[in-house]
């Protein structure tokens, strides 16, 4: 996380999420403990997933998780899916809550706002979550537009526009959502398509999945011809098979780079990192 984005946001403290500390722990079975419903966020068998089994092995669970109770039976974890699979992978069969009786939509907005944060996120799931706290505000009364946007930036770190983004890519069918995550469709013409229909989308997905590499300047005529009412599928392939310019072979000076990156950084990691600041640059 960039230290412009970590200055930005606002971080309630635990209590502010759960009431007073003193109000208690609850030790409760694991198998009573239930997924969110639409839970957005992946939990991954990673490297960081490991570390946190280490420490539940050596230390416990730390931070207890947030659930509330369901109307079938056991919990419905609101924080805590990640700490969940750790203590099941460490062999404990009970794991330590807070138990608070949230609504719908005050369950859905601590969700999000406890993992939104996290480095490791990808773009289907920050869109699919903000989409989520989006209509959990307006469902408590906040006015949709820039008002609830404001909100979520404010707790984010991201800008409103941004936000907004994410939320228009959450339109994309699962396919050119993972197009995105995986990087074979940008960000930016990801939100393009988002405009699109259904079977619109499934032109562009039919494409994509043929080998096609999609511009941010097709995205857009495409996405123009839609909204003009002019949009067919031949209309779609013929866009994304125009000959575009070749890739311009661009060097920089490595006296420019040098006051950036110092001389035991590989010029792999050169490229990387600024290919990657340039996306971030262009979500914004």
Known sequence: MSRGIAGKIKINSFEDIVGSVSDGVTQVDISELHDFR???????????????????????????????????????????????????????????????????????????DTNIQREDILPSEKARAYEMKYKALKHQGKKGGTS???????????????????????????????????????????????????????????????????????????????????????LVRHILSEDRPRPKNISIKADKLSKYFDESVSVKEIEETIIKALEQYLAK
């Open 38 to 112: 639409n839970h957005p966020f992946r939990v991954l068998d990673d490297e960081k997933m490991e570390e946190t089994v280490e420490s539940i092995k050596k230390h416990g669970v730390l931070m207890p998780g947030i659930v509330r109770p369901r109307k079938k039976g056991g919990y419905e974890i609101i924080a805590g899916h990640r700490r969940k699979h750790a203590c099941e992978l460490a062999g404990l069969t009970k794991m330590p809550v807070f138990v608070r009786d949230y609504t719908d939509d005050e369950a859905v907005i601590i969700m999000v």
């Open 148 to 234: 609830a946007l404001d909100d979520m930036a404010e707790v984010s770190g991201e800008s409103g526009k941004t936000i907004q983004r994410y939320i228009w890519l959450s339109r994309l069918n699962d396919a050119l959502m993972e197009a995105v995550d995986n990087r074979k469709l940008s960000f930016v013409c990801g939100v393009d398509f988002s405009f699109l229909g259904g079977t619109e989308q499934q032109w562009v997905q039919n494409a994509i999945e043929e080998g096609v590499t999609v511009s941010a300047a097709q995205s857009m005529q495409i996405k123009d011809y839609y909204r003009n009412g002019s949009l067919n599928e031949v």
